[in-house]
């Protein structure tokens, strides 16, 4: 984030104004290089949905207005929960004993004086509990009062697991020695059992030498412009894949994958032994941007969502991932003028780019498909690509050639905290961003669940509106 202080003496009463929001708003103050704008009219709702092309889903996201709500291809609200997710996220039937319509939420924040990880700060990051609701609202697993510090801290991310457990992403905020700053706000997993108690634990900064920094990265990292100094923002089992099948045990379904939006590594974590086993990053062969497939990978910047193909999709095995393109990096890399954002499939063995996505795919420029923070993509059945544009509140859907053939504009504006956060005069801004936003398939959710699928065409086949004639 670009909200820096120059004074690391401070104290932790302070450090509120430096953390809240942490990294993943670091490019809305702006890169100059990236800059980002839109127009202050334009339609929300579904504007693009041709049904012979587009794969059929629901999708849920939690939007600024703090509800989890559930969309019909046609943009039609079909459930909503009045609880946010960071991310809200329905759960498999399969990991919930077969029910349909379960869904992970924050259910309450910390607002005891002076308690949260650091006081102040946003709802998102001062979670109290986290819990699994069922289709009509009622918690059936919630986790909090049994965290360490009696607080879930939750952020980012949770993975339920097939035995039950659940991992869950949070932040400590833990000495490190060698920083220059008191504490860091630490990046800590647990594997919490369904009676609340914790199972598994694993803290990045008992890894630092294991992420693939330079000495002259690591000294950089351990002067950072915020506590927030790796800022995971993705954690996912890797669940079964043909890698480990073929007896590569880096794919063990049982490790988890991470990755560090601050410091721009994607890593594989060894669940027995808690060791990082396959990495991507920090530093990435010094080539020019290209559209030639297959490539090495080339520089990641700010990236999100990092997973894992599940099997039976098209690119099984192979990891896709937003890369943001927004500043980050120790020190932070170059990015490019005129550069948007990208959705990369990657073969995690070969380390080579065997698929991509980015504003000239859909015959437009690059920066019209840009997100410096937040955002995710997923892989469809169809072969399609479901990307949640998140700083524009925009999800679509592309063909594997880039055709854009469903697309939704989140309709759901509310006050965000961005201009405190950043030092503008204006504390509340209006905004529809969305953190990420899930594909869900049609027999998740209850049967009697409503949908349509009908076709919305842009007026006279065209992208642009004409308010002059």
């Known amino acids: 984030m670009n909200v820096l202080s120059k004074n690391y003496s401070i104290g932790l009463s302070n450090i509120a104004a430096i953390v809240a929001l942490s990294a993943c708003l670091i490019a809305i103050s702006g890169s100059a290089q990236n800059a980002f704008a839109e127009p202050s009219v334009y339609p929300t709702g579904t504007t693009i949905y041709d049904p012979k092309l587009a794969y059929g889903t629901f999708v849920v996201f939690g939007a600024p207005d703090h509800k989890t709500h559930v969309v019909d291809m046609n943009g039609h609200e079909v459930h909503r929960w009045d609880y946010a997710g960071f991310p809200s996220e329905i759960l498999d039937p399969a990991v919930v004993a077969g029910a349909k319509g379960h869904v992970l939420v924050q259910l309450s924040t910390d607002e005891r004086p002076g308690a949260g990880i650091v006081p102040n700060m946003p709802a998102e990051f001062r979670n109290r509990t986290i819990a699994e609701l069922d289709w009509g609202g009622k918690p059936v697993w919630q986790w909090g009062e049994n965290a360490p510090g009696g607080a879930a801290h939750q952020h980012h991310d949770w993975y339920r697991l097939p035995n039950g457990n659940t991992l869950v992403l949070t932040n400590a905020l833990t000495p490190v020695a060698g920083f220059n700053i008191p504490k860091v706000l630490d990046d800590v997993i647990y594997e919490v059992t369904p009676s609340g108690s914790v199972a598994w634990k694993w803290a990045a900064s008992e890894h630092l030498g294991e992420f693939g920094f330079t000495p002259e990265e690591f000294a950089l990292l351990q002067k950072p412009q ?17 890698w480990f099948a073929e007896g590569d045990t880096r794919f063990d379904p049982d490790n988890i994958m991470i990755d560090s939006r601050n410091a721009n590594f994607i890593v594989i974590i060894d669940k027995k032994t808690g060791k990082i086993v396959w990495r991507i990053g920090p530093n990435f062969p ?9 490539r090495p990978v080339d520089q990641l910047s700010g990236q999100h969502d990092a997973h894992l193909i599940e099997e039976g999709l098209p690119g099984a095995g192979n ?5 943001n393109q927004g500043e980050a990096g120790y020190p932070p890399v170059p990015l490019g003028v005129n550069s948007g954002s990208r959705v990369l499939e990657i073969n995690p063995v070969t380390q080579q780019i065997v698929w991509q996505y980015s504003g000239e795919n859909s015959g437009a420029s690059g920066w019209t498909f840009y997100s410096s923070f937040i ?24 063909t594997p050639g880039g055709k854009i053939v469903w697309e939704y504009v989140n309709p759901y504006f509310a006050s965000t905290p961005v201009g ?3 030092g503008s005069t204006h504390s509340d801004v209006s905004s529809n961003w969305v953190y990420r936003a899930q594909p869900v398939p049609y027999d998740w959710l209850p049967p009697e669940t409503p949908h349509t699928e009908n076709a919305v065409v842009p007026a006279a086949g065209t992208n642009h509106v004409d308010g002059g004639n």
């Open 226 to 242: 915020t506590p927030d100094y790796l800022h995971v923002n993705d954690m996912t089992a890797l669940g079964p894949n043909h």
């Open 286 to 294: 010094k080539t020019k941007p290209s559209s030639e497939i297959p």
């Open 319 to 323: 990891l896709i991932v937003f890369d």
């Open 375 to 398: 955002s995710d993509a997923r892989r469809l059945p169809n072969g399609n690509t479901f990307i949640d544009e998140g700083m524009n509140g925009r999800f679509f859907q592309i």
């Open 420 to 422: 405190a956060l950043l």
